[in-house]
């Protein structure tokens, strides 16, 4: 079955950079759009961008342009997300998911399925 | 932030029906973009409840089911159920600079 599993929580002081990971199963890797969201504690969702696995290719949310870098590696079927210049405020849990579309063009996209998260904090 | 807006709470007593409400504008839903359901137990991963508007997944039952009209959608439960406790937020794609990816503020949905 279609798996995404992440690595595990972080402890990260300000100005510090973390890298996730999202490795993915039961299906083909390059094929799908992989997403990164983010959800401070006690909020809502709130989506950081995209990577596409076949090219590389990426398109971030302005919020994060700049802060923001998403990679690839295809020989392990491993998607990751690095966040710099961490804040208080980036303390929240980090997911992968996929856009179920296959070949699909950035636009209506979706979700599913996700990753278990990666909870992210940051504190002196 | 958000930019699809949702009632923050919403609740009903077993077996009842209950709708959440997504608002957005003419530059995600209001411009034909499809609006996208999940639900969210306490201390898990959000899931898949609608996709495109109005599908179900395999495994989600029909008692979940969605609607879109104009700048708005909403997500339907009938015969709610005591599991159906969680938070549901709407997603949509937008075409503006908060885009491309927009969430809505979240409902949490209570059975009395």
């Known amino acids: 079955q279609v798996q995404l599993v992440q690595s595990g929580a972080e402890v990260k002081k300000p100005g510090a950079s973390v890298k996730v990971s999202c490795k993915a199963s039961g299906y083909t890797f390059t094929g799908y759009y992989m997403h990164w969201v983010r959800q401070a504690p006690g909020q809502g969702l709130e989506w950081m961008g995209w990577?596409?696995?076949?090219?590389?290719?990426?398109n971030y949310a302005q919020k994060f342009q700049g802060r923001v870098t998403m990679t690839r590696d295809t020989s392990i079927s491993t998607a990751y997300m690095e966040l710099s210049r961490l804040r208080s405020d980036d303390t929240a849990v980090y997911y992968c998911?996929?856009?179920?579309?296959?070949?699909?063009?950035?636009?209506?996209?979706?979700?599913?399925?996700w990753g278990q998260g990666t909870l992210v904090t940051v504190s002196s | 932030q958000s930019v699809l807006t949702q009632p923050p709470s919403v609740s009903g007593a077993p077996g009842q029906r209950v709708t959440i409400s997504c608002t957005g504008s003419?530059?995600?839903?209001?411009?034909?973009?499809?609006v996208h359901w999940y639900q969210q137990l306490p201390g898990t991963a959000p899931k898949l409840l609608i996709y495109?508007?109005?599908n179900r997944p395999s495994g989600v039952p029909d008692r979940f089911s969605g609607s879109k009209s104009g700048t708005s959608a909403s997500l339907a439960i009938t015969g709610l159920q005591a599991e159906d406790e969680a938070d549901y937020y709407c997603q949509s794609y937008d075409s503006s600079l908060s885009g491309p990816g927009v969430f809505g503020t979240g409902t949490k949905v209570t059975v009395l």
């Open positions: 003419s530059s995600n839903i209001g411009a034909g973009y499809d």
């Open positions: 990577i596409n696995p076949n090219s590389g290719g990426t």
């Open positions: 998911a996929r856009d179920p579309r296959i070949a699909a063009r950035p636009g209506n996209f979706w979700f599913d399925p």
């Open positions: 495109g508007n109005s």
